[in-house]
């Protein structure tokens, strides 16, 4: 057990800038988690972190369950964990976790592809859509909100264990899958329930769901195979991206069921 008091420690420097650098992760090769929710979500997928970080009263009351889980164990005053956490109220506890860079693209997997998202709340909201509603894969086209950031980690609740993430993407990427192209639009295309009722639905596909002003890009639509609608009948202007994506992909994926 290593217990580090200053703030000045180096580790405990290299801490604050994976919490208040929301790309650091690409620079240093890993990424932090906080609470022991998202951390207990990791160890269930099978992850095994490098640094276990905990304050002295968690220590005090928890330490022994996770001391042997990572690499490394880490005991901080609580004051100076709750001067590097990025949340309201400090969890306590912390991992330091490799990041899973260099994945590649599997052209046949069931997809999501978030085109410049920007708000962290929604790219996590959609990642824990995806794998609640059994899709293997995202693709994050550059400008999408950092998937592995710390706010986007803790909207996804885990989901990011579960899922195959490739980041910075381009258009052309997306035209290698080998599945149907589907994107959202507000006024192009049949409305999403009649396509279900029609039996024209599948969870092998490629959901796109676009940037919160923009919407998709036009080179994205141009590899659309079916262009998609959601009916609104209270008569909205548009849904939330996060909404809209959880409506279409909970129709997609339970179309056969």
Same mark, same amino acid.
Not at 50 to 56: D, F, G, H, S, W
Not at 141 to 157: C, E
Not at 228 to 239: F, H, K, N
């Given at each position: 057990?290593?217990?580090?008091?200053?703030?000045?420690?180096?580790?405990?420097?290299?801490?604050?800038?994976?919490?208040?650098? *929301? +790309?650091?992760?690409?620079?240093?090769?890993?990424?932090?988690?906080?609470?022991?929710?998202?951390?207990?979500?990791?160890?269930?997928?099978?992850?095994?972190?490098?640094q276990v970080?905990?304050?002295? *009263?968690?220590?005090?009351?928890?330490?022994?369950?996770?001391?042997?889980?990572?690499?490394?164990?880490?005991?901080?005053?609580?004051?100076?964990?709750?001067?590097? &956490?990025?949340?309201?109220?400090?969890?306590?506890?912390?991992?330091?976790?490799?990041?899973? &860079?260099?994945? +590649?693209?599997?052209?046949?997997?069931?997809?999501?592809?978030?085109?410049?998202?920007?708000?962290?709340?929604n790219v996590?909201?959609?990642?824990?859509?995806?794998? $609640? =509603?059994?899709?293997?894969?995202?693709?994050?086209?550059?400008?999408?909100?950092?998937l592995w *950031?710390?706010?986007?980690?803790? $909207?996804?609740?885990? $989901?990011?264990?579960?899922?195959?993430?490739?980041?910075?993407?381009?258009?052309?990427?997306?035209?290698?899958?080998?599945?149907?192209?589907? +994107?959202?639009?507000?006024?192009?295309?049949?409305?999403?329930?009649?396509?279900?009722?029609?039996?024209?639905?599948?969870?092998?596909?490629?959901?796109? =769901?676009?940037?919160?002003?923009?919407?998709?890009?036009?080179?994205?639509?141009?590899? *659309?195979?079916?262009?998609?609608?959601?009916?609104?009948?209270?008569?909205?202007?548009?849904?939330?991206?996060?909404?809209?994506?959880?409506?279409?992909?909970?129709?997609?994926?339970?179309?056969?069921?």
């Amino acid at each position: 057990m290593n217990l580090i008091t200053s703030r000045d420690n180096p580790q405990v420097k290299a801490l604050r800038r994976l919490v208040q650098d *929301s +790309t650091g992760y690409r620079k240093a090769g890993r990424f932090w988690l906080e609470g022991d929710h998202l951390c207990r979500a990791a160890t269930e997928r099978g992850v095994r972190p490098e640094q276990v970080v905990l304050t002295e *009263s968690f220590w005090a009351e928890q330490g022994a369950r996770w001391a042997d889980l990572g690499d490394q164990l880490i005991v901080m005053p609580d004051a100076l964990f709750a001067s590097l &956490s990025g949340l309201e109220s400090p969890a306590r506890m912390g991992f330091v976790v490799a990041w899973p &860079s260099g994945n +590649t693209l599997l052209p046949d997997a069931s997809t999501v592809v978030l085109d410049r998202l920007q708000d962290a709340g929604n790219v996590g909201a959609i990642l824990r859509c995806a794998s $609640a =509603f059994g899709y293997r894969q995202v693709l994050a086209i550059k400008g999408t909100a950092a998937l592995w *950031s710390p706010k986007v980690l803790r $909207a996804g609740m885990g $989901a990011h264990f579960g899922l195959h993430l490739v980041e910075s993407v381009s258009e052309d990427d997306v035209s290698l899958l080998q599945v149907p192209v589907l +994107t959202t639009s507000s006024h192009e295309g049949p409305f999403l329930h009649e396509l279900l009722q029609r039996g024209q639905l599948t969870a092998r596909c490629a959901w796109v =769901f676009g940037h919160e002003g923009q919407g998709v890009s036009a080179a994205l639509m141009a590899l *659309s195979r079916q262009k998609v609608r959601i009916a609104q009948p209270g008569g909205e202007e548009s849904l939330n991206v996060a909404t809209a994506a959880a409506i279409c992909l909970h129709a997609s994926a339970t179309a056969v069921l």
